[in-house]
């Protein structure tokens, strides 16, 4: 029951927001009393962040089957990038936005696992896309990947510009391409060429 609670709760949240849903919200939907929930959550706060968690932990699965499934190192990107899109919106009522207004505990420390899972998974694949022939030799990794990481979180900045949802996904594919233009090979542009006529 706990983890139908979760999924349940982590679906509305992401879909309508974590400001505006409710405990009653969740239970109706689930076709169970309030008092279940708090069976199992002694209130919204806990239920937000075992929520958030556990959200971010089935997306971190979904992207480590794309890297298991195969594709070359461009490919995987254009792959994962597909997980999160709509996750990430940039407006005031977007899930992120709404995180960090009014769970900041919650919105930091996921945020603090969601670097070190883009750090983990992007040093992987530019070394591997390195092996394969698509990205150059002499890439500094590190370096590259803090770029990347730093132009898509600023893509979801609020605080910055805010764009509508079909934007938002235009402009994470725009990054993508500039950080895979920035560090490809011949071989590697003539891949992403053919990722961007299929995306």
């Known amino acids: 029951m706990k983890e139908s609670i979760l999924k349940k709760s982590g679906e509305m949240f992401l879909k309508f927001g974590f400001k505006s849903i409710t405990m009653d919200d969740i239970a109706n939907e689930l076709g169970i009393s309030k008092k279940t929930i708090y069976k199992y959550f002694k209130n919204k706060v806990e239920l937000v962040d075992e929520a958030t968690e556990y959200v971010h932990t ?3 699965t ?4 794309i890297y298991e499934m195969g594709y070359n190192a461009i490919e995987e990107n254009f792959e994962s990038n597909k997980v999160f899109k709509g996750f990430m919106q940039n407006s ?3 899930p992120v936005f709404q ?3 009014y769970y900041p505990e919650t919105y930091k420390r996921i945020m603090s696992q969601e670097f070190c ?3 983990d998974c992007l040093s992987s694949n530019i070394e591997k896309g390195i092996k394969e022939g698509l ?3 002499n890439i ?3 370096q590259a990947m803090k770029f990347y990481f730093s132009l898509i979180m600023s893509v979801h ?3 910055l510009y805010t764009y509508s949802k079909n934007t938002i996904h235009k402009l994470e594919l725009n990054v993508l391409e500039y950080h895979t233009r920035a560090i490809a090979t011949t071989k590697g542009l003539q891949i992403l060429e053919e990722q961007l006529e299929k995306n």
């Open 92 to 94: 005031d009522d977007s």
């Open 157 to 159: 900045d609020s605080n």
């Open 58 to 60: 089935l997306m971190h």
């Open 135 to 137: 990205f150059r030799k």
């Open 62 to 65: 979904e992207v480590l089957k």
């Open 140 to 142: 500094n990794v590190e």
């Open 99 to 101: 995180l960090q207004k």
């Open 117 to 119: 899972m883009f750090k």
